[in-house]
């Protein structure tokens, strides 16, 4: 109990990271890493106070918690785990991302996702054939998903799939949708914004605490939908826990609903808007 409070607390604190390299050939790349990203490096003889490690391993980019009975790292990793298994098991075209984006009928979309965390939606997309822009703010979590990218790159079964359909930004979705010229603009936008605060006991995955540790509350949102909005040449999709009120703004035109999650879907230009079905429908599969 007592770690559990701790641990808690801790995360309610913003977290203070240093750079580490477990080996001594790494160091030059964690130099470059803690420059880029304005952190200490933190040495056996000059060690950093910090509540997390960004670690460079031998293998791949970790983010450590610190501290007993911390959680284990928080890495990205498509080639194995989690995305790996919704990769070959995940159900496909069927699955209720993939209606949510509208895939049916279509053989690959371009897609901007504005708010890419550790990239796992944008590669269940990539896979389904979609081509991905992925956005992301927080630099730490960038450097995260881009070691992640790194090496599904050079996976011999995803690595030229990875290459040819997914790219990171590390800007402000809002900023970046802006810069984009009206040839730029994607067929669908997608935006999964941090979820409102859990109040009961049940917690949120340790990925999802630590990136609202390193992100914060993403209070923006219902700006970043309003420019997705007038950016997107078929539809807005926005994921939300299945029953959190929709983002502040207009009313989504239509929803699909999974067990734990509900993709709200906007449909932004008046050509398609006539077309519109009543909300909690599902009709724009
Ligand atoms: C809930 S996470 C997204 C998880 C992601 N869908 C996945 O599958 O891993 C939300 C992320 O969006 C990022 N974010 C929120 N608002 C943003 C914005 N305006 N521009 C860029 N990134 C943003 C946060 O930094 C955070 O990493």
Request: net charge positive; hydrophobic share 45%.
């Amino acid at each position: 109990m007592f770690f559990y409070l701790a641990r808690q607390s801790s995360l309610l604190l913003p977290p203070t990271l240093a750079v580490v390299c477990e080996s001594p050939i790494q160091r030059a790349n964690a130099i470059a890493l803690a420059t880029e990203l304005a952190l200490p490096l933190a040495t056996e003889q000059s060690p950093a106070s910090a509540t997390h490690h960004l670690a460079l391993t031998l293998e791949r980019l970790e983010l450590r918690e610190l501290g007993v009975g911390a959680p284990g790292p928080i890495y990205v990793d498509f080639t194995a785990g989690a995305a790996d298994h919704r990769r070959r098991w995940g159900g496909g075209r069927q699955q209720p991302l993939a209606r949510a984006v509208g895939l049916k009928g279509s053989s690959g979309l371009t897609v901007i996702d504005l708010t890419a965390g550790l990239g796992q939606d944008a590669f269940v997309l990539a896979c389904l054939g979609c081509s991905l822009r992925l956005v992301e703010r927080s630099p730490v979590i960038a450097a995260l998903l881009r070691d992640g990218l790194r090496r599904a790159s050079l996976n011999p079964d995803i690595g030229a799939m990875v290459t040819q359909r997914m790219s990171l930004q590390v800007a402000d979705g809002r900023k970046y949708l802006l810069s984009l010229n009206a040839s730029e603009w994607p067929e669908v936008i997608y935006l999964d914004p941090m979820y409102p605060e859990r109040r009961k006991t049940a917690l949120a995955s340790k990925e999802m605490r630590l990136l609202r540790a390193l992100a914060g509350d993403d209070l923006d949102a219902p700006e970043l939908l309003a420019t997705a909005l007038t950016h997107a040449r078929r539809r807005v999709v926005v994921k939300r826990p299945r029953r959190a009120p929709a983002l502040s703004g207009p009313m989504p035109d239509a929803r699909i609903i999974a067990p734990n999650t509900r993709f709200d879907l906007y449909l932004p230009h008046p050509k398609i808007a006539c077309k519109r079905t009543p909300t909690t429908s599902t009709a724009m599969d």
